[in-house]
Antibody, heavy 122, light 107 residues
Framework: EAQLVQSGAEVKKPGESVKISCMGS????????IGWVRQMSGEGLEWVGMINPSDSDTRYSPPFRGQVTISVDKSSSAAYLQWSSLAVSDTAIYYC???????????????WGQGTLLMVSS | DIQLTQSPSFLSASVGDRVTITCRAG??????LVWYQQKPGKAPKLLIY???TLQSGVPSRFSGSGSGTEFSLTISPLQPEDSATYYC?????????FGPGTKVDIK
């Protein structure tokens, strides 16, 4: 069965950089897009962006474009979400999820990672 | 961007009840509507995709319907383990957007 395992919690200071990971197993990693979703404390779900591991085609939600970078290493079946200069407002849980893409459309986030807590505080 | 609204934002119902959550899209999204269940401290779980297709392993008491701009998730009969927050999401066009969520409480 497909599984996504994310890296552990991070505690950072404003202005620092961080890169969190999402490792896929149990399926062909390059056959599905990987998406990232933010959930701030007590709040709902927000789509951050997504990447196609087969060709690194990357899409961002407008509020996150330029604020984060999504990348992939298909040789290790891992996707990444990184920040070069963190802000306190980046504090949240970040989930990765797998997106089936067929017949020219995305259909769901069908498998999710366990989430990575990112805490940014001075 | 396609905005999604959900109603109600909170509901409380008894075991065995039939509950319905509505999701409305700001413009037509065909059938590209998905429902997730999220329990506290856990990742969301896919329940239904393409408006009405039940994800493998999801109990048949969950069902989805709708098209265009109005969609619904029905749980019948409600079980104690269904206490959770439910989110709709549209995958018709980018940016992919989620509804604000509906919290379901068991009386």
């Amino acid at each position: 069965e497909a599984q996504l395992v994310q890296s552990g919690a991070e505690v950072k200071k404003p202005g620092e950089s961080v890169k969190i990971s999402c490792m896929g197993s149990g399926y062909s990693f390059t056959n599905y897009w990987i998406g990232w979703v933010r959930q701030m404390s007590g709040e709902g779900l927000e789509w951050v962006g997504m990447i196609n591991p087969s060709d690194s085609d990357t899409r961002y939600s407008p509020p996150f474009r330029g604020q984060v970078t999504i990348s992939v290493d298909k040789s290790s079946s891992a996707a990444y979400l990184q920040w070069s200069s963190l802000a306190v407002s980046d504090t949240a849980i970040y989930y990765c999820a797998r997106l089936p893409f067929y017949s020219g459309r995305f259909w769901s986030f069908d498998y999710w990672g366990q989430g990575t807590l990112l805490m940014v505080s001075s | 961007d396609i905005q999604l609204t959900q109603s109600p934002s909170f509901l409380s119902a008894s075991v065995g009840d039939r509950v319905t959550i509505t999701c409305r899209a700001g413009q037509g999204i065909s059938n590209f509507l998905v429902w997730y269940q999220q329990k506290p401290g856990k990742a969301p779980k896919l329940l239904i995709y393409a408006t009405s297709t039940l994800q493998s392993g999801v109990p048949s008491r969950f069902s989805g319907s709708g098209s265009g701009t109005e969609f619904s998730l029905t749980i019948s009969p409600l079980q104690p383990e269904d206490s959770a927050t439910y989110y709709c999401q549209q995958l018709h066009s980018e940016p992919l957007t989620f509804g604000p969520g509906t919290k379901v409480d068991i009386k």
